[in-house]
């Protein structure tokens, strides 16, 4: 059961070491460690750095410097701790909770097997617990989509308590707090907790004087609790059940398996055949945990489809009717139909044009909002335009939408804002909490499904590809491709970018090839809620045809720099081209512009999406 059982007594001062006993801090030397400023989602870094002396103790006792900086009292509320059972999260969570209590945290929220997902983190935060003080803020133990294992990546972050990642002059000041790091705190006789079983500890100082409470909490809970409160489940059961549909859900071996497991087959009555890979390991099986054509290989296989999104020969075999996979953390989403794509930017139009088909907007007076971040194509635009709704871009980064979300001011001062944001990075989500949700994104294909189906005059299934192709033919196409180069040499990727930089003035106003160049720049946000600036956020060449080329290089790359390479052209008519033949041309400028070959010294992107 989700509500913590704990009772709360009386505040206590720790600051005083006598009988304290299990719950004497101890203060440890140390010193700054280069290299521990946050990405765009936390501190990733491989195992073996994270293994280091001090290493995490540091980071955790800069982030819980910078937590109480920012006004929090650790000691009231409960801190949320849990993670996508990656290699190193048991032993990680130990360590986060000997140094909170050290810190002053009297009370911890721990999924169970140390297993809660990105979204769940974000809904157990903004849900609370009615007998236990809200949550303040999480320790998410992911690196996301990196993979995992001895050898892999580790990574950590902090969300504050609307459920939110930690806002950017919060994770820098972790990151200066590293930079002049003495000595942290923990408690070194504090007992292992058992986190295998949901439960209840109390750990007391010897005299009596002080407790520490710790509820390991069943990790899919509050987060199915929401999702049903959003959704139809009826409706999406009598899409489920319909013989004529079959689906199936590939959680590639991260947190989401047990989450597909709860609503597909414990609340939707399904078959297990559902679930694919659903059985979280700690290192994602040896797999890349990240939903796209590429890494998830086993459910593009199945869906009749190869890396490049094209139909393969399936021999007859039958194919589902709908694919999806989620990445290790489970906040991102990949939907397929039957030897059929759906560009994550094309899906966030997709569920925007298909909002009311969600009993949580119909029932809110209906969508209001829409953000996409930056590089997303325009797809959704076409939509906000037509359906009168408010619309955001963004830089990359789920951050960057949770202030739109929550602003009064944008919109009129009306109480509560219906929103959803995407990106073309596999996130899709919605404002029920402040990261995106895998499990939504499905669920909201899934409402939209159910209701065409339901209103059809046809016995015959209505299908994704025939969703997406009236969205087309009633919007237009924006052909879309990114293309990835992994693992590259930072100075020279940076080196190629500044040059990009150097050049906007003489590339505005440029022919190249069929294109014109209206305006090259380098893309700066102000946030129109409190006027913080983001600068250098990508390089965009936005030509006169409404055609667009970005670079911009990933703030989640492990090791090395990943240059990514964006490409749309929009098409009013012109919708049944395959995506890579219509954007060659384009794809070509971009290459040249860049002198790609030049800096990187190849053309061959690891990745295509
Ligand atoms: C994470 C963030 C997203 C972001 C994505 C891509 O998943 O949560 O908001 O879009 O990383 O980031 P990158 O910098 O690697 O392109
Ligand atoms: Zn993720």
């Not at 869906?303 to 009717?321: A, C, F, T, V, Y």
Request: charged fraction near 25%; hydrophobic fraction near 40%.
């Amino acid at each position: 059961k989700f509500v913590p059982t704990g009772e709360v007594t009386g505040e206590h001062d720790l600051t005083s070491n006598a009988g304290l006993g299990k719950l004497k801090p101890t203060s440890v030397s140390t010193a700054p460690i280069a290299g521990q400023k946050p990405g765009t989602s936390g501190l990733r870094k491989k195992v073996a750095e994270f293994k280091k002396e001090n290493y995490l103790n540091n980071f955790v006792q800069a982030a819980f410097d910078a937590i109480k900086a920012s006004g929090t009292d650790i000691s009231k509320g409960s801190l949320v701790i849990g993670g996508d059972g990656r290699y190193f999260n048991p032993e990680a969570i130990q360590i986060l909770i000997q140094m909170g209590v050290a810190n002053g945290v009297r009370r911890f929220w721990i999924g169970q097997d140390g297993l809660l997902s990105t979204p769940a983190v974000s809904a157990i935060i903004r849900e609370g617990g009615p007998r236990w003080q809200k949550a303040f803020g999480a320790f998410i133990l992911t690196a996301s989509h990196n993979p995992g294992g001895p050898t892999e990546d580790f990574g950590i972050k902090y969300n504050c308590e609307h459920g939110e990642p930690a806002p950017e002059r919060m994770t820098d000041e972790i990151y200066a707090n590293t930079t002049t790091i003495k000595s942290y705190k923990i408690c070194k006789e504090f007992p292992n907790i058992d986190i295998g079983a949901a439960g209840h500890s109390k750990i007391m100082s010897d005299d009596g004087s002080a407790e520490v409470n710790i509820e390991v909490i069943d990790s899919t809970e509050a987060h199915v609790k929401l999702l049903k409160s959003i959704f139809d489940f009826s409706a999406i059961r009598g899409l489920l059940d319909r013989p004529d549909f079959s689906m199936v859900y590939d959680a590639m071996h991260g947190v989401n398996g047990p989450y597909v497991k709860k609503v597909f087959c414990d609340i939707l009555g399904q078959d297990l055949s559902v679930t694919l890979n659903c059985v979280p390991k700690d290192d994602f099986n040896g797999g890349h945990a990240d939903p796209n054509l590429t890494y998830a290989k086993e459910l593009v296989a199945v869906m009749g489809l190869n890396r490049k999104g094209e139909k393969i020969d399936m021999g007859g075999r039958p194919i589902p009717s709908f694919g999806a996979a989620a990445d290790g953390d489970g906040d991102r989403n990949m939907i397929l139909g039957t030897q059929f794509f759906v560009s994550p930017s094309d899906s966030l139009a997709v569920i925007v044009a298909n909002a009311d088909t969600i009993p949580f907007f119909r029932t809110q007076g209906g969508l209001k909002g829409v953000a996409r971040s930056m590089p997303t194509s325009g797809a959704v635009d076409l939509v906000a335009k037509d359906l009168n709704y408010s619309l955001f871009e963004t830089p990359t980064g789920w951050k960057y939408f949770g202030n739109l979300m929550d602003s009064k001011e944008l919109f009129d001062g009306a109480e509560y804002t219906p929103f959803i944001c995407g990106e073309e990075s596999f996130g899709t989500g919605s404002d029920h909490i402040r990261e995106k949700d895998g499990l939504w994104a499905v669920l909201a294909w899934l409402s939209i499904l159910a209701h065409a189906n339901t209103n059809s005059l046809s016995d015959t299934l209505v299908t994704v590809e025939d969703i997406v192709k009236a969205h087309w033919a009633k919007y237009g196409r924006n052909y879309y491709s990114r293309w990835d180069f992994e693992n590259m040499n930072a100075t020279k990727a940076n080196a190629m970018m500044d040059k990009m930089r150097a050049e906007t003035d003489a590339n505005t106003g440029k022919t190249v090839g069929k294109y014109s160049i209206e305006k090259s720049d380098d893309f700066v946000y102000v946030d129109p809620v409190d006027g913080s600036v983001a600068k250098k956020q990508g390089m965009r060449f936005l030509m006169t045809d409404g055609s667009r080329i970005i670079f911009r290089l990933s703030g989640t790359a492990g090791s090395g720099a990943t240059v990514r390479m964006y490409i749309e052209q929009y098409e009013p008519t012109k919708i049944d081209m395959v995506a890579s033949e219509a954007l060659a041309d384009l794809i070509r400028v971009a290459l040249d512009l860049s002198d790609l070959k030049g800096f990187l010294g190849t053309e061959e992107p690891t990745v295509i999406t």
